[in-house]
């Protein structure tokens, strides 16, 4: 079975402290899909990133990074220099390789305090 | 760039009343599928749709729930005796499924209609 652990259910910071959203996955298949949702106030979700399994290369898109280690089943996202309008619900969420339903975390809630 | 649409975005019922939550999925996507996320919980997947019939679904997705694209366009998900437990966001998705194509594996989720049974 499949399961996705965000285990930090609310996190504060101020402004322009950098931020670490954890996310620990489970799964027995070797081909899966990670993927990072925002959820911002207007309840929509908004995608950020999506890596695939033999991919473990870090990525950075601006302010945004993410660190996956297979070795910990992590797939943890960075925010640099948090500003407010981060403040959101983050999701991280695995697929396996059929692609069918996505298995999505509990979600953490972040507030940027200005 | 193509997205996914769904209508209404607000839908206020009755308990006891039937509801059509309406989703136009991505132009050549083959996947299709509901989620569910009651306020201020997980989102929880529902059901998927390929072929025109049914290939997964959860135990959340009992015999109030069904499932149909009436057209070349439109998904649709309806309940058939709303109940106050049913109150939640309600999430349309839908995926390319060719192989090889570009994020084949990904899910493109719509704006959401947001439930509320009184």
């Known amino acids: 079975a499949q399961k996705v652990t965000q285990a930090q259910t609310e996190i504060s910071v101020v402004e322009k402290e950098d931020v670490t959203l954890d996310c620990v996955y489970e799964?027995?298949?070797?081909?899966?899909?990670l993927f990072w949702y925002k959820q911002p106030p207007s309840g929509e979700l908004v995608f950020l990133i999506r890596r695939n399994s033999f991919d473990e290369q870090n990525e950075i898109s601006g302010r945004y990074s993410w660190n996956f280690q297979k070795s910990t089943s992590s797939f943890n996202f960075t925010i640099t220099a948090s500003q407010v309008v981060d403040s959101a619900v983050y999701f991280c969420?695995?697929?396996?390789?059929?692609?069918?339903?996505?298995?999505f975390g509990t979600g953490t809630s972040l507030t940027v305090i200005p | 760039e193509p997205e996914v649409t769904q209508t209404p975005s607000h839908q206020v019922t009755q308990m006891g009343q039937e509801v059509i939550l309406r989703c136009v999925p991505i132009?050549?996507?083959?996947?299709f599928y509901w989620y569910r996320q009651i306020l201020g919980q997980k989102v929880e997947f529902l059901v998927s749709f390929y072929n025109n019939e049914i290939s997964e679904k959860s135990e959340i997705f009992d015999d109030q729930f069904s499932v149909e694209r009436p057209d070349g366009s439109n998904f649709t998900l309806k309940i058939r005796s709303t109940k106050l437990e049913d109150s939640a966001m309600y999430f349309c998705?839908?995926?390319?499924?060719?192989?090889?194509?570009?994020?084949?594996?990904?899910?493109?989720f719509g704006p959401g209609t947001r439930l509320t049974v009184l």
């Open positions: 969420a695995l697929t396996l390789a059929t692609g069918n339903q996505f298995y």
């Open positions: 132009s050549n996507h083959l996947y």
């Open positions: 799964t027995r298949d070797t081909t899966y899909y």
């Open positions: 998705a839908s995926r390319s499924g060719l192989a090889g194509g570009k994020g084949d594996n990904e899910q493109f």
